[in-house]
């Protein structure tokens, strides 16, 4: 198939880029390398430096595209409630117009990258497609908006779509893995104290309502999550849009995500109770047996050890390419 790859030089992009061109696509990565960067686009893929929305038009005139996967968004929950405009601008903004580009080129295949960040707060776990939608941050709330939007251009314009709704992305794959300029998320931030690059890891909040006190969630490695979005791709059917949730089905905590790095670093990683982080939910599961009954989607990388493992063969190789390396 030949495919338009929006923000295909992010993390999650650049790894679904390089499955689709290890399985033979034709691949075109739009990305303004905002965040992302151009070393990690497969050799294989087309590309282009610019912003996804004004460039979408441009591209899809140019070729028969079978479709687009549209990754190219702003990700941060806690920037976004400080520059709300930001986000609905390039996240909401710049989808409608990639959506209007595809109805004016007549391409109707669309892989949306969405969030667990659509649902808040759950009432029960594990969360399912049909849990109530009450995102409590302006990230998800724009991407809840683009889902309203991908529906009725499917009702209206016969458009097929899946959007994929993701819980915590982590894991490495190849050349591809975590290394972001500023870095939030829990497996990076620890594996930087065993690269010597902190001296601690925060541990927010040991009080929660859960075993070990420490809050759980749910981390999907990168390879399963980059299987999903091709079966997605292979199967929408026009005028028809789905919802699905993209997990490994199992909780882990971070003080047992935390043990699992110390295991396969061999770095004793100190730890400290910090207070809990605004925002923050005690768990969150998700349920993703609706995509492995309709689309057959088999994550095989599930466990925590797996994911660490290859976290931490990706993150040592880095040297001085690591943003966390002089910083401490
Ligand atoms: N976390 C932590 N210390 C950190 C970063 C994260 O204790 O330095 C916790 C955070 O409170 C959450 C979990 O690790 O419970 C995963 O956080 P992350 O930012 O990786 O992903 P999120 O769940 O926010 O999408």
């Not at 295949?109 to 659509?118: D, G, I, M």
């Not at 981390?219 to 949730?245: M, Q």
Request: glycine share 10%; proline share 4%; aromatic share 8%.
């Amino acid at each position: 198939m030949k495919i338009l790859v929006t923000g295909g030089a992010g993390y999650v992009g650049s790894t679904c880029t390089a499955v689709l061109c290890e399985q033979g696509h034709d691949v075109t990565v739009v990305d303004n390398l905002s965040t992302g960067s151009r070393e990690a686009v497969a050799e294989k893929a087309r590309f282009i430096e610019g912003d996804a929305g004004e460039m979408a038009d441009e591209i899809l005139s140019s070729g028969d595209f079978d479709g687009v996967i549209h990754f190219a968004a702003r990700s941060l929950v806690g920037e976004s409630e400080e520059v709300p405009d930001q986000y609905w601008r390039d996240n909401l903004g710049t989808t409608l117009k990639i959506l209007n580009a595809m109805h004016a080129h007549d391409v109707k295949n669309l892989v949306f990258s969405s969030t667990a960040a659509t649902y808040g707060e759950p009432e029960t776990i594990p969360i399912t497609e049909d849990a109530p939608t009450n995102p409590t941050n302006a990230y998800g709330a724009t991407k809840l908006s683009i889902d309203y939007a991908i529906a009725s251009y499917a009702r209206a314009y016969g458009l097929g779509a899946t959007s994929l709704r993701y819980f915590n992305v982590a894991g490495a794959y190849g050349s591809v893995g975590e290394n972001r300029r500023i870095e939030t998320h829990l497996i990076p931030l620890v594996l930087q104290v065993a690269l010597g690059h902190r001296d601690k890891i925060l541990i927010f909040g040991d009080d929660w309502d859960t075993p070990d006190g420490t809050c759980i969630r749910d981390y999907i490695h990168i390879r399963d999550l980059a299987d999903a979005h091709l079966l997605a791709l292979e199967t929408n059917k026009p005028g028809v849009h789905r919802i699905f949730n993209l997990g490994s089905g199992e909780g882990y905590s971070v003080k047992e995500v935390i043990e699992a790095c110390r295991r396969h670093t061999g770095h004793p990683i100190p730890a400290e109770v910090a207070p809990r982080r605004a925002g923050d939910p005690a768990k969150l599961v998700a349920s993703s047996e609706k995509i492995k009954k309709e689309l057959g989607w088999n994550p095989t990388r599930t466990d925590i050890d797996t994911i660490v493992k290859d976290a931490w063969n990706f993150t040592k190789n880095l040297g001085d390419r690591a943003y966390s390396a002089g910083q401490r």
